[in-house]
């Protein structure tokens, strides 16, 4: 396809991240997307088993920060990109180019490229739409999936909670990044905040981040919805790989009943891990809880 035109965020505005140490690596030469330039974190050996970190909207790795180290400890390499339009990836600033399968392709590339393997897929949000879609296109590349607050786009409607965030983006989508972040989660810090709402300086970079509480399928016409009914029959009756679910219960736009049928479509046969004060930004809040309790729950299956 033709290169869309993009823009990129000035890097001074990714200085002094708290907690977040990690040097982006680059590549613009994507299958389909040359001249796009996707942003990832990637640390650890490059021949070790891989954590795929997969955000949602309007974040970007930066949401990782408190898991990546708990993954990296284990000598595990962790890759975690920016989806195109968010952090410090290229950014189209034509919504249009923001498609349901121009974000799964480009995931799909990126692993190809990257040639991943012994993957434990990593997903919240946009990153589960997205993310849970494609396992079954590349099945030997995948072993485990960590799922936090998301769902598989299959058609069937919406939650009040979302109806709101969809409607909030039609009536204000140029909102104060950094105060939606601080609403959705109380008492983060300003610094925070910001390092949230860096990508996107002025709102001819926030495309992207417009275009994705329209594009969540909630009607049964809607681009995604067939390829995501075919990952849900796949979860729930071929993967033979471990998983792991984490609930934030105060989430609004994808409640705890939610998830709970998530888990029964997912086929995963252990217990969600109920997080009675977590909201929908899981990883921001107890991401660092999160991981070690699939680590061990794992490890408890192996040794078992």
């Not at 390499?77 to 989806?83: C, F, G, N, S």
């Not at 016409?221 to 995501?228: L, P, Q």
Request: charged letters at 25%; aromatic letters at 12%.
């Amino acid at each position: 396809m033709p290169t869309p035109d993009a823009i990129r965020t000035p890097e001074d505005r990714f200085a002094d991240l708290p907690d977040f140490p990690w040097q982006p690596r680059y590549r613009d030469d994507l299958k389909g997307y040359e001249g796009l330039r996707m942003a990832r974190i990637d640390e650890g050996p490059e021949d070790a088993s891989v954590f795929l970190c997969l955000h949602g909207q309007p974040a970007w790795s930066f949401l990782y920060r408190h898991m990546i180290p708990v993954f990296l400890d284990t000598g595990a390499r962790v890759v975690a990109p920016d989806l195109f339009g968010f952090g410090r990836s290229d950014k189209p600033v034509e919504d249009a180019v923001y498609t349901f399968n121009f974000h799964r392709h480009s995931l799909i590339a990126l692993i190809e490229a990257l040639d991943l393997r012994r993957i434990t897929l990593v997903v919240q949000d946009w990153g589960g739409i997205l993310g849970l879609t494609i396992p079954p296109d590349m099945a030997d590349r995948f072993d485990r999936l960590l799922v936090m607050d998301t769902v598989l786009g299959l058609g069937g409607g919406s939650t009040e909670g979302f109806d709101a965030w969809r409607r909030m983006h039609g009536e204000d989508p140029d909102y104060d990044m950094a105060t939606l972040f601080q609403q959705y989660v109380p008492g983060m810090s300003e610094r925070v905040a910001a390092a949230y709402a860096a990508p996107f300086p002025d709102a001819r970079y926030r495309a992207g981040a417009r275009r994705f509480p329209f594009l969540v399928m909630t009607e049964p016409h809607m681009e995604g919805v067939e390829i995501s009914k075919r990952a849900a029959r796949w979860w729930s009756s071929e993967f033979r790989g471990d998983s792991f679910m984490a609930v934030g219960e105060q989430d609004k736009l994808i409640p705890p009943w939610l998830m709970q049928r998530m888990h029964e479509i997912l086929g995963i046969s252990r217990p969600p891990l109920m997080l009675p004060d977590a909201g929908h930004f899981v990883q921001e809040t107890h991401g660092t809880q999160v991981a070690r309790a699939a680590l061990a729950a794992w490890a408890e299956d192996r040794d078992g």
